[in-house]
């Protein structure tokens, strides 16, 4: 389990102790605003658009296809972007910080 941070895009920071699987799960069931993860978690909608603290990009394991290719799809996207519902959250992500893109 780990310790982790959602920034919303109003600035509210919303702290999830004990964090532990999907990280779009995670960010849906604690309520973080601005991710509606439409799809479900197929890869299919890019409303879990998140971008990742520098420290962390490549602590986060390697994007898949789908994951790049609905990013390609992202106003904005940057190499900072990552969607939420293609990542686990272990124990090693204790202290990992993630921006909520606007939608
Ligand atoms: S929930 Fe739809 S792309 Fe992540």
Request: charged share 25%; aromatic share 4%; net charge negative.
């Amino acid at each position: 389990m780990a310790k982790i941070a959602f920034i919303t895009p109003d600035g509210e920071s919303v702290v999830v102790n004990n964090a532990e699987g999907n990280l779009m799960e995670i960010a849906t069931y604690n309520e973080v605003e601005g991710i509606d993860a439409s799809c479900g978690g197929v890869c299919s909608c890019g409303t879990c658009h998140v971008r990742v603290n520098p420290n962390w990009i490549d602590r986060l394991g390697d994007k898949t296809e789908a994951e790049i290719d609905m990013l390609d799809f992202q106003p904005g996207a940057d190499e900072r972007s990552r969607l939420c519902c293609q990542i686990e959250i272990g124990s090693n992500h204790d202290g990992l910080i993630l921006e909520v893109d606007p939608l």
